[in-house]
């Protein structure tokens, strides 16, 4: 297939879901909180139900034609029993709640595992449901008046904010001769953080290339300091008598308390030949710092997020890092 072609085939590949997408809105609530009702089930004979229905078809003709009763019998039973089978189909989904669907931060490339929260509030149960993604299915059922999570991976390759694909919820209960399905749309976009460098070159001594890190001291600490002049008010446990004897002057000793050292992550000069490689670099530094219990500061020109070393600062950071206009 030529380009053109190809290109061709995709705009209108495109254009049609575009349509399909804003059709199914139409028809009724398609984010959750939702509970599947007739406008948002739809439903189609399978493959196996094709050929079963031509067969039930061939009887009927067959029977009618040799004006067999038995077989006009056999063949309205057979076609009872598949209708039957679309209602059970049909009421498997029916009044189906999907509660909410979200997903955990991940980096980029990694699959994000969206979680489908469902409730059966109904008297009978629902088995061979099936969610479906544009990637993934997931098989599982449920017990009457029961709550269930299902999990589904989602492939991610930027960073930022991805909006899912809509899923798909299905069942081909209870003879496989029909399938019922609904779609629905995740209520929140996932958040995509920017991929770590691999490997990563190790935390800058200076912060991001060139500057310097900084070192906290507090007063009124442990470590030995500094001599400095008597004051008032000084007391006298901090009096150094010896030195004080030998420079014919009254000195005091000083006390501080040395914090750790805070790093400069800086995206303006953090390694990397464009954008992308300098976040992904950050993106490491930031994780490596965490790990080690470092605190940081992290300097994005337009923002600096800082000091931290927990979970928190580590979270914003690598929001703010996938957040960057690309």
């Not at 804003?22 to 609530?29: D, K, M, S």
């Not at 493959?47 to 009618?64: H, N």
């Not at 209870?174 to 019922?180: D, Q």
């Not at 993106?283 to 600096?304: N, Y």
Request: charged fraction near 20%; include cysteine.
């Amino acid at each position: 297939m030529t380009p053109i072609a190809d290109r061709i085939r995709h705009s209108w590949r495109a254009a049609f879901r575009r349509w399909a997408d804003r059709w199914i809105q139409r028809r009724g609530p398609s984010k959750p909180p939702l509970s599947l009702g007739y406008r948002q089930i739809f439903i189609l004979p399978t493959g196996f139900g094709w050929i079963f229905g031509l067969i039930t078809l061939a009887m009927l003709m067959g029977s009618l034609n040799f004006n067999n009763n038995l077989g006009l019998l056999t063949a309205f039973m057979v076609a009872g029993l598949a209708v039957n089978g679309m209602l059970v189909a049909f009421n498997t989904l029916h009044g189906l709640t999907i509660r909410h669907c979200w997903a955990a931060p991940v980096f980029a490339g990694e699959p994000a595992r969206l979680r489908v929260s469902l409730a059966n509030d109904d008297t009978r149960p629902r088995p061979g449901l099936s969610l479906r993604s544009p990637t993934d299915k997931v098989n599982f059922a449920l017990d009457y008046d029961q709550n269930h999570e299902v999990d589904i991976p989602i492939p991610t390759s930027q960073r930022g904010w991805m909006h899912p694909p809509r899923l798909r919820i299905q069942t081909t209960q209870p003879l496989g001769l029909f399938e019922a399905w609904s779609w629905f749309w995740p209520e929140q976009p996932i958040l995509v953080w920017p991929r770590p460098a691999q490997p990563a070159p190790p935390l800058p001594v200076r912060g991001g290339g060139s500057q310097g890190h900084r070192t906290v001291a507090e007063p009124q600490g442990e470590d030995f300091h500094s001599l400095r002049g008597w004051r008032e008010g000084d007391p006298l446990h901090l009096v150094a008598w010896k030195q004080s004897q030998r420079h014919q002057a009254l000195l005091s000793r000083e006390f501080r308390q040395e914090q750790s050292e805070i790093l400069e992550l800086n995206l303006a000069l953090a390694p990397g030949k464009d954008l992308e490689q300098r976040i992904s670099v950050l993106t490491a530094w930031v994780l490596m710092a965490a790990r080690d219990q470092r605190p940081w500061i992290l300097d994005l020109g337009s923002e600096s997020l800082g000091p931290g070393s927990d979970e928190s600062h580590r979270n914003t950071c690598l929001r703010a890092l996938a957040e960057l206009p690309k």
